[in-house]
């Protein structure tokens, strides 16, 4: 069910360029890749960019050891070496984590997500500092996809934290996707995280008042995949 919290812009002189956000587990991920089901659409999925930019060897790495240090990370092993080192680094006995980081930064070292995620969670000061390395990367990504669409597309992107960092301007409409607290808690127990931990992830995240602050359409994803993919659909239509 799709709710209009305000009224959409005239449609821009180039694409669109859509937000879906919204709480975890709330289905987020589900509408957007609806969304990319429709004509004209370019996906962009923050998180995917994110992944990569943490992956080893990623473009985060050098900056999230220098400002969390070596407990959120471990050195990627190399089958048949021993000890650990960084890659293409000297094959030097003896070298550790912070010895890998400084001969090649960020080469090496594998982001440990459970560990970083129990540091920043519980602290609101350092959850900052880490959205402080990945949404600059994040807003890259898009300015440089966005103009390769022509002037008739969608620019569909997955953003989690819109709200959060303030970036609402960026985009010419706001999709949020929401869900009963019950339903989210359930999606996220499916995935493997506790109750406990997926109660205290949604406490970090906007307010459904914060959200519905920036938001032009509220999609309430309670009704299955089916509404879900008429929602989508609509949604499109809109922007068409």
């Not at 985060?60 to 070596?70: C, D, M, Q, T, Y």
């Not at 900052?128 to 949404?135: T, V």
């Not at 008739?152 to 303030?166: H, Q």
Request: with cysteine.
């Amino acid at each position: 069910m799709i709710e209009v919290l305000r009224e959409l812009p005239p449609r821009p002189s180039g694409a669109w360029r859509v937000c879906v956000t919204g709480g975890i587990g709330s289905g987020k991920s589900a509408l957007t890749k609806l969304l990319g089901r429709g004509p004209r659409v370019v996906l962009f999925d923050a998180d995917a960019q994110l992944r990569l930019a943490t992956a080893p060897g990623g473009v985060a790495l050098p900056r999230i050891f220098e400002v969390f240090g070596k407990g959120v990370f471990s050195v990627v092993p190399h089958p048949g070496e021993a000890p650990p080192r960084a890659s293409g680094a000297a094959a030097i006995p003896g070298v550790g984590l912070e010895e890998s980081a400084r001969q090649e930064p960020g080469a090496g070292l594998e982001l440990d997500r459970a560990a970083l995620a129990k540091v920043i969670f519980p602290d609101p000061q350092k959850k900052q500092a880490l959205e402080s390395i990945l949404h600059p990367l994040v807003w890259q990504g898009l300015d440089d996809l966005a103009p390769r669409l022509g002037p008739d597309g969608i620019l569909v992107a997955e953003i989690p934290l819109v709200t959060e960092s303030r970036h609402q301007d960026r985009f010419d409409v706001i999709v949020t996707v929401d869900a009963p607290l019950e339903t989210r808690l359930q999606r996220l127990e499916a995935r493997g995280l506790s109750r406990e931990n997926a109660l205290n992830r949604i406490a970090t995240q906007a307010t459904e008042e914060q959200r519905r602050a920036i938001t032009h359409l509220w999609v309430r994803n309670e009704d299955g995949l089916d509404q879900l993919s008429k929602d989508a659909k609509c949604i499109l239509g809109l922007l068409s």
